[in-house]
């Protein structure tokens, strides 16, 4: 059973920057479309960024730009570079893999906190 999960957040200043992590199990990795989402408190979960199978990276609205995602097959891990974090940027994040319709997984979340 393919199984994902998600490190490196953690508590940073504003203009800070943060590089998470999410790896998985499993051998179907490569054909995976790999997505970053977040939810803040109250509001809905929203995409922060995905990655499919040939590299192509989509990312959600304003989040381009200081945002970057960037997957590695040998160590079965995307990840997700954060620059210039705003305090609204404060939310769970989670790590969602999918194959086809066949595999969709959800990591259980990383916390990033952006905060003086």
């Known amino acids: 059973q393919v199984q994902v999960v998600e490190s490196g957040g953690g508590l940073v200043q504003p203009g800070g920057s943060l590089r998470l992590s999410c790896t998985a199990s499993?051998?179907?990795?490569?054909?995976?479309?790999v997505g970053w989402y977040r939810q803040a408190p109250e509001k809905q979960r929203e995409l922060v960024a995905v990655?499919?199978?040939?590299?192509?990276?989509n990312y959600g609205d304003t989040l381009k730009g200081r945002f970057t995602i960037s997957r590695d097959n040998d160590k079965n891990t995307v990840y997700l570079q954060m620059n210039s974090l705003k305090p609204e940027d404060t939310a769970v994040y989670y790590c969602?893999?999918?194959?086809?319709?066949?595999?969709?997984?959800w990591g259980q979340g990383t916390l990033v906190t952006v905060s003086s």
């Open positions: 969602n893999l999918r194959v086809g319709t066949d595999v969709d997984v």
């Open positions: 499993g051998s179907i990795f490569g054909a995976a479309t």
């Open positions: 990655i499919n199978s040939g590299d192509f990276a």
